[in-house]
């Protein structure tokens, strides 16, 4: 395996971050996850924009996207495989032991992992612990996922591949990392980023190709769903069959079909959609 680390190309024994970097020791970074086939990166500028935002967000400076798309495209060249995950990770960078952050300027990383096909249906459950809709790091894409992995293990102790959270005033808000949509009276909804989400590239895609809306949600609106789907940039859109102890017969239901149709279809035409 070959890694893009600090503006250069290294293997695996070399490619070597400090332990005291700052998004090590208390979580100072932003990243992407970006769908690689065969050797291209789907949506990169849209996830680059991203990490803009997110960097700016946290306080850091603006990465320099030259950079990382030749990084990108260094490790796209070295490792081929038909199907990947490619990891953007922008840290504070080497800094004291504590929160303030150093001099020395934040460490870029760009890894490559092979993965497969998501399958097209899933389990959700809904967990209980909360989004800070208003918190410092509501919306950002940043490294501190403490939260993600606690509420993931009890999604996967109950069968599940993901766990759904409501925000501080109760409403429907997203997944450990992917975004959640709805269909309600035939009409399909996804929250909107106040309620805290995250916002996914493959949900800005979802709503501008499929005519989805965006709705403030209460979380029991899970339970009356005739469908739901959750997006991502590794899943795509697929279909939850069982939320919590609820079974939804027949998923992928039509909404979400189509949903499904055409994003494959429209993701096909583009791979760089803006």
Known sequence: MRIWLDGALRDTESARVSVFDHGLTVGDGVFETVKAVHGRAFALTRHLE?????????????????EV??????????VPMALGRLRITYTGGVSPLGSDRGEAGPTLVVALSET??????TAAVTVPWT???RGALAGLKST????????LARARERGASEALFGNSVGALCEGTGSNVFVVLDGELHTPPLHSGCLAGITRALTLAWAGAKETD????????????FLTSSLRDIQAVTRIDGRQLADAPGPVTAEAMRIFAERAAADFDPR
């Open 69 to 78: 798309r030749r990084g990108c495209a260094a490790v796209l060249d070295a």
């Open 217 to 228: 949600l209460p979380l029991d609106a899970l339970e009356r769903a005739e469908e739901i």
């Open 50 to 66: 991203r990490l803009t935002t997110s960097a700016r967000g946290l306080g850091l400076p603006a990465p320099d996207l030259d």
């Open 144 to 151: 501190s996922y403490g939260e993600n992995v606690v509420a």
């Open 116 to 121: 497969s096909r998501r399958p097209d249906t």
């Open 131 to 133: 989004r800070n809709e």
